[in-house]
């Protein structure tokens, strides 16, 4: 969609969920008349203000919002450049952003009466936040998780049995997030009566990316009012870690429209983006194609296959990216970069070091980049990174790929 059609970069998608060439509803004929029904309860709940007043409420009393706006001074000064601040969503309760859009959607499930609920999970943060939020409201979770993730994420898995979620290993395909997707979508389908599908990123098909980016937004709104505050002006540049794309959606839709604003997504360069495939740079290095309902920028070979993809983060390697990333890279509103495993630990270490924040590994490719290009900005230029995690789920990982040997701790 040319940029001429719209008054603003905030109209999207249309009404078949299209940005641009991207998005849209590529279901079964079986699946289209719940994504119908979905829509149309959303498109109510999302103009009714009880339903906003009931998140702010839990945003407020349950996750914890709003999250710091926090000055990361050691780090500006080290860097030498652009004043750098975080958003630290990594303080929300289950900590990180993914509690953010669960909290919607559950509210919208108990809406429209459903009491069963399904999501799809890969490192296990989804699946966690989702059954925390079932556990609250006292609906049956059943959590969808490719067999190959059940056993690397062990503790997320005893996490969401804790909360009282049911796991559902997923063996089909190659076991991983792209089949345990495709596995709810079906369950979905069998059980449409009582289940409602939970889908923890901003992909899947319409209205699902765009209601995801609605309730991730809370993210890039609350930074317009902290920054107004902090500075009295608008942040220069923002910058976010995509796997799916969904926190860094929600930090950048609210400034779409601030022309002087720049946007820039990180993807997980794993081991680099010219090897053989062994990143999850779906825009940097991927093409074109449909996968989980909707068109978007895919990791696949020569004959459409989508491939594995592979990153130090578990939670980057989803091999495709929200569409609504695939068009603001394509019509040029937001620009892509990755960054690779080794300057992602880099990362990682000088946040622990500098400012006292053990960060996911997620939000250390972002961090990463703010370290790329902080020292090339001028001291009065406001720069906002998303700390969309903390790592402790990641400390293990870290140790193993440091050489550092855990011994008893383990
Ligand atoms: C799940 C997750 C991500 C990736 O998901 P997005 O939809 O791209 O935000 C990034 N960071 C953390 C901490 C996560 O848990």
Known sequence: MPEDLFNSFMNGPDENGRFGEFGGRFVSETLMPLILELQDQYDIAKTDPTFWAEMDDLWEHYVGRPSPLYHASRLTEELGGAKIYMKRDELNHTGAHKINNVLG???????????????????GQHGVATATVCAKFGLKCVV????????????????????GAEIVPVTSGRGTLKDAMNDALRDWVTNVRDTFYCIGTVAGPHPY???VRDFQSIIGKEVRTQMERAEGRLPDTLIAAIGGGSNAMGLFYPFLDDKGVNIIGVEAGGKGVNAKMEHCASLTGGRPGVLHGNRTYLL??????????FSISAGLDYPGIGPEHAWLHDIGRAQYVSITDVEALAAFQKCCQ?????????????LAHVIKIAPTLPKDHLLVMNMCGRGDKDIFTVARALNFEMGEFA
């Open 144 to 163: 969808y998780m490719g067999a190959h993730d059940v056993e690397r994420q062990a503790p997320n898995v005893f996490r969401m049995r804790l909360l």
């Open 354 to 366: 500098l400012e006292g924040i053990i960060p996911a590994l997620e939000p250390s490719h972002a």
């Open 209 to 211: 990316p765009a209601m």
């Open 105 to 123: 959607q559950i509210i919208l499930a108990r809406r429209m009466g459903k009491k069963r609920i399904i999501a799809e999970t890969g490192a």
């Open 300 to 309: 696949q070979d020569d004959d459409g296959q989508i491939l594995e993809g």
